[in-house]
């Protein structure tokens, strides 16, 4: 027969140990500060009336998502330019983002692709919007601007005769490709907070990612890579 004896004090103490580890595993990453300035901006958003209800922007119900995640009246956007450009799959936005992924596309996106490519971009494939999670789904990064509705990622432009142009591939394709793609670029960097493209790091090498962050104190300061 064994005989085992056991230190209550040390059986506690693991017991505890167990509990606190499980507890860091489970819990909640997400540690952003709900900042004021987020629902100022939403709300001087919706009250401008810039942003009106139509066939191509529908309010979609309180995001509230785990912590932080959310916005006060998020919209589904399934087109931009007075329906003319398709965003898909639609894009979940705050009402300041939808304001300029509209003037992006209206200024930017549509003069460039026939200026460059000789045909308007008919749809943009959107590969992220809102999503509660951290930066590039790092664990314990700080909290996306996507998990707040205030960031989209685009990864190709549908053209109206046909042709496709990727940012994976197009960022080093043909001279036109690339033109239109850097003019684009330059186009998100007057009108968003951030824009990343396959120059800023391994994480965007498929994909433009802009939002509206606030990067200080006055919202002044812009990254553009
Ligand atoms: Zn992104």
Redesign the pocket.
Known sequence: MWRVSVDPFRVLFLLAMALLISSCAGGPSYVAQKAPWRDTSERACLASGNVQQTAFLTPVARLGGPGVCGALKPFEMSAAEYGRVRLRPAAILRCPMVTSVDDWVRNSITPESVHYLGSPVVELKVI?SYSCRTRNSIRGAKL?E?GMAN???VSAFLLADGRKITVKRGWRGNSSEQAFLRAVRAGACKRFATV?SPDADRFHHDHF?V?LARHNSKGTYRVCR
């Open positions: 992220a996306s996507h960031a989209l990622d990343l990612h939002d």
